[in-house]
C-alpha cells in the first residue's frame, strides 16, 4: 500500500457550507479509499472509488479521482456539525501489501 | 454483525507490567490489521494477518511486542514489559479480499483500546 496526503491539514466551515478535501498519492492505484474519524473512536470506510472511475457520489459526500495527476478530492456538501471529524484518503492497489498506510488526515470542524 | 469488538476499551497500567488488547474481527473476514494512533506517529500499522498467519510485522516497534491470531475469531496484542511511550490508542480492523476486478479492501475498525503506561 502507499500513503496519501491530505489537505488542508485543518478546515473550519459554518454548517450549511461545502466542504474540499484532497489527497495527493505518488504511485499508480487500483482504488483510492476515504474514511473518517470521529474524536477517540475507529476509522469509518465512506467511500471508495476506482481507478477507473472519475467520480462518485454518496448521499452528501462527491468523490473526484483523476489518476493523471495522482489526487482525489473529497466534497461534503451541505455540511453538518456531525461531519467534524479527521478524514484520511488511502491510495491501494489489488497487489501487495493489504494494510493501509494513513497520512496526518484533515481535520474538519463545522461550526454550528 | 456486532462489528469488530476490542476489549478492553480503556487500560491504565504501570510501567514494567504485562498488557494484552484483544480482538474479534468480522466473522467471514480473512484479514486482521493492527494499528496504533499517537498524536506525534499518526496512525500507523503493526502487524496483519491473512487466514490467521502473519503476514507483515515490520511495524512492530520492538520485542516487547508480540501478536497472535490463534483463530479466525479471535487475536490478541501483547506488550512485555510496558512503556509510558506505548501509550496510545490500539486499534483492531478486520477485511475480506475479493478477486479479480471486483477486489477491494475496505477495512472495518473496532473501536479502540486506550491505554496509558504511568
Known amino acids: 500500500s502507499q500513503q496519501g496526503e491530505e489537505d488542508p491539514q485543518a478546515l473550519s466551515i459554518q454548517e450549511g457550507e461545502n466542504a474540499t478535501m484532497n489527497c495527493s498519492y505518488k504511485t499508480s492505484i487500483n482504488n483510492l479509499q476515504w474514511y473518517r474519524q470521529n474524536s477517540g473512536r475507529g476509522l469509518v470506510h465512506l467511500i471508495l472509488i476506482r481507478s477507473n472511475e472519475r467520480e462518485k457520489h454518496s448521499g452528501r459526500l462527491r468523490v473526484t479521482l483523476d489518476t493523471s495527476k495522482k489526487s482525489s478530492s473529497l466534497l461534503i456538501t451541505a455540511s453538518r456539525a456531525a461531519d467534524t471529524a479527521s478524514y484520511f484518503c488511502?491510495?491501494?492497489?489489488?497487489?501487495?501489501?493489504?494494510?493501509?498506510?494513513f497520512g496526518s488526515g484533515t481535520r474538519l470542524q463545522v461550526q454550528p | 454483525d456486532a462489528g469488530v469488538i476490542q476489549s478492553p476499551r480503556h487500560e491504565v497500567t504501570e510501567m514494567g507490567q504485562e498488557v494484552t488488547l484483544r480482538c474479534k474481527p468480522i466473522?467471514?473476514?480473512?484479514?486482521l490489521f493492527w494499528y496504533r494512533q499517537t498524536m506525534m506517529r499518526g496512525l500507523e500499522l503493526l502487524i496483519y494477518?491473512?487466514?490467521?498467519?502473519?503476514?507483515?510485522d515490520s511495524g512492530m516497534p520492538e520485542d516487547r511486542f508480540s501478536a497472535k491470531m490463534p483463530n479466525a475469531s479471535f487475536s490478541t496484542l501483547k506488550i512485555q514489559p510496558s512503556e509510558p511511550r506505548d501509550s496510545a490508542v490500539y486499534f483492531c480492523a478486520s477485511s475480506l479480499f475479493g478477486s479479480g476486478a471486483t477486489s477491494y479492501n475496505e477495512q472495518f475498525f473496532g473501536p479502540g483500546t486506550r491505554l496509558t503506561v504511568l
Open positions: 488511502a491510495p491501494t492497489s489489488d497487489t501487495g501489501r493489504r494494510a493501509l498506510t
Open positions: 466473522s467471514g473476514h480473512d484479514y
Open positions: 494477518f491473512n487466514n490467521n498467519v502473519p503476514i507483515d
